[in-house]
């Protein structure tokens, strides 16, 4: 059985971790947890979710990110939106602030 994984909010005062489902998305967590991260789309095109992965590995199934460009993946972002936690993260702070 798949165990749960966890993301740690490197963003946060102060720091903290919060727990993802082994299916659900990044996303999905953070809004269960209560995290200020904006969305828009949901399915990985908009980009609006874009937030810097800092450490671990995140899997976007058979998704594909078009809303993440070239140099954003060089830059270490992703799309919390349609990703899923292969490993513990640690995120940073996302890229649109939440008004």
């Known amino acids: ?15 903290q971790s919060i727990q993802a489902e082994p299916e659900e998305t990044i996303m ?12 828009a789309c949901t399915n990985g095109v908009c980009g609006v979710c ?4 800092l450490s671990g590995e995140i899997d976007y199934a058979q998704r594909l990110p078009h809303g993440l460009n070239n140099r954003e993946k060089q830059n270490g972002y992703f799309l919390p939106c349609i990703a ?6 640690a995120i940073g702070k996302p890229k649109v602030r939440l008004r």
């Open 28 to 39: 999905s967590a953070l809004k269960s947890a209560g995290v200020p991260i904006k969305q």
């Open 1 to 15: 059985m798949p165990q749960k994984k966890k993301i740690h909010l490197a963003f946060l005062e102060p720091e």
């Open 50 to 53: 874009l937030t810097p992965l």
């Open 84 to 89: 899923t936690c292969k490993t513990d993260i």
